[in-house]
């Protein structure tokens, strides 16, 4: 392993890359503790503790919402606007359908339109932050008003579109997932406040019993350590559907008749269904804060609670529709069955063709019914256990936050497994 690491910066273009990824998450680090000027951020330290959505945003943004920093909503408006994007891309818009068959030039202009659209929903949810806060802890805003609610909206946006910007240039001139990355990042730095919620919650104040909350704390552990194992295992299994190739003589040469597979990944869309869901599971109450006060807000707010009964059943329902969904626009089982019939590929048993596209949709269907049911049984049992052992609200999105720190961790892995070999260098995997 150490050998490994050495070997990365051995790799003058590797090593240019992983120092410029660590580079712009000390940016991502810095910016989270600047705050927004006008704001009283000790009133909103205490909201963070009280307020359910307050503190599911704040783990996964490393605590910048808690310090009301520059960088407060993190990347959602930004992921946010990809799943609308991709959804009106299905046949809704035609424009955005064009785009989507037009190849590279069209998917620089649906990220061009994605990026505008990211824009106009920061502005949005900045607004609905600023007076939505502000009227759950007034004095929040020190000088409210028209001049200070639109200050305070344009730096969060401009906050958002800088980390969508450095996403991109992670992706492009780091190691790839900029996107992913920059949200492990938050939720790894909220680690150590988690850790120090559960010892100031478990083990001060004298009234505890020392023996039951280390037996606790053990239970957690294992849980973790047991979580990890699920997580790599279902992310490294894939189903192999066998592919027999015809022999065909060219000239003089005789090609094909080999036999390959195609190897199926039981979760093909990996942790971000669960960054899909995560999003659109936090925007609606984001929004209806500005309207704070109002029933029909109210109602929006306690639905989309992530510890209400209906919240975290529309939590697993998103996380499996988003599973199917991103798994078929990645796959296309139609364009393989199209592929392998025009290269004389077939699937024993199976005839080339629409038979063939029927199978593999229909063996995708399986697994990922199976992939779908894991991620969502790991991100809400969790906070089943936390809630009933009484731990903080920071530990009780464990499930999910660790999912996507294994799978965004495995991905990189991945990545610069990859650059190693292709350079015959030994990876992580012997």
């Known amino acids: 392993m150490f050998n490994t690491f050495i070997n990365i910066f051995k790799i003058a273009d590797l090593r240019r890359r992983v120092l410029f990824t660590l580079l712009m998450l000390v940016v991502f680090r810095i910016g989270s503790q600047i705050p927004v000027p006008g704001i009283n951020v000790t009133l909103l330290e205490q909201l963070s503790q009280k307020n359910n959505i307050v503190g599911f945003l704040n783990t996964f943004s490393g605590g910048a919402l808690k310090n009301f920093s520059v960088f407060s909503m993190g990347i959602m408006p930004y992921i946010t606007a990809s799943i609308i994007m991709q959804l009106l891309a299905m046949d809704v818009v035609p424009k955005f359908t064009e785009w989507a068959k037009e190849g590279d030039i069209g998917r620089r202009k649906t990220a061009q339109f994605t990026r505008y659209f990211t824009v106009v929903l920061g502005l949005i949810q900045a607004i609905g932050l600023s007076i939505g806060f502000n009227r759950m802890v007034p004095g929040l805003v020190i000088h409210p008003g028209f001049a200070s609610y639109a200050l305070i909206a344009l730096i969060l946006t401009a906050g958002t579109a800088f980390l969508m910007w450095m996403g991109e240039e992670i992706t492009e001139k780091g190691i790839g997932n900029g996107i992913s990355i920059i949200i492990f990042a938050g939720i790894v730095a909220a680690i150590p ?199 903080p609200q920071s530990v009780r999105i464990g499930g999910t936050a660790l999912l996507i720190v294994v799978g965004v961790a495995l991905d990189t892995m991945k990545q610069l497994e990859s650059q190693l070999v292709k350079r015959h260098y030994k990876g992580f995997i012997k």
Do not use: C
């Open 193 to 391: 406040g988690g850790a120090q919620n559960i010892y100031a919650t478990e083990f001060t104040g004298g009234q505890n019993d020392v023996f039951m909350n280390v037996v606790k704390i053990l239970i957690i552990l294992i849980a973790v350590i047991l979580i990890v194992t699920l997580v790599v295992y279902v992310q490294q299994a894939y189903r192999k559907i066998p592919v027999q190739y015809a022999k065909r003589v060219v000239g003089r040469k005789m090609y094909g008749g080999q036999s390959t597979h195609i190897p199926l990944k039981v979760n093909t869309a990996g942790v971000i269904p669960v960054i899909f869901a995560l999003s659109l599971i936090v925007f609606p109450p984001t929004i209806a804060q500005f309207w704070s006060g109002h029933p029909f807000a109210d109602w929006v707010q306690r639905t989309f609670d992530y510890r209400s009964s209906v919240g975290m059943v529309l939590y697993v329902v998103l996380i499996i529709g988003f599973s199917y969904f991103y798994t078929f626009v990645q796959m296309k089982p139609d364009e393989m069955a199209d592929n392998m019939k025009k290269n004389g590929g077939y699937i024993p048993g199976i005839r080339p063709g629409n038979e063939t596209a029927l199978y593999i949709t229909r063996t995708l269907n399986r697994i990922t019914l199976t992939g779908s049911i894991f991620l969502a049984a790991v991100s809400v049992l969790p906070m089943l256990f936390s809630s009933v052992s009484g731990l």
